[in-house]
């Protein structure tokens, strides 16, 4: 049987969803980070089994720095420090200062656990 490409499409993003609540059971502190773009990260022990997904917020953050290649400047605008300072010295003082990066992103970025994005309570599906 051939299918559509609709359905095919269909097929995939069932099949990813599968996946991300084999994750989300695996490692419930997995966080999903939104990006610009509407795009969206996974950061979580297991996450880099998936595209845009990373182990650590450090990984992440190189990740996003390399998206940008290598321009700080633009990874601070990024998160939110265009409107600090104009040199985004803020920016270097809390990559020094914040003792978890995952903290950091928390406060940089629009987030939510996996399992909060997936709804998922108690292991069952609403």
Known sequence: ??????????INRQNEIKKLEILAENDP?????????NQEALI???ADDFTNGYKSAAQFLKGRLNHYNGD???L??????NDVSPDH???ILDLNNYEDLLELVKDSYD????TSYLDIDDGGIY
Not at 1 to 10: A, F, H
Not at 29 to 37: A, I, K, R, S
């Open 1 to 10: 049987m051939l299918y559509s490409q609709e359905q095919i499409n269909e």
């Open 29 to 37: 502190d997995t966080l999903v980070v939104y990006l610009p773009d």
């Open 44 to 46: 979580g022990k297991y």
């Open 72 to 74: 700080l400047n633009k």
């Open 76 to 81: 601070a605008d990024e998160m939110d420090y």
């Open 89 to 91: 010295f803020d920016f």
């Open 111 to 114: 987030c939510e656990t996996l």
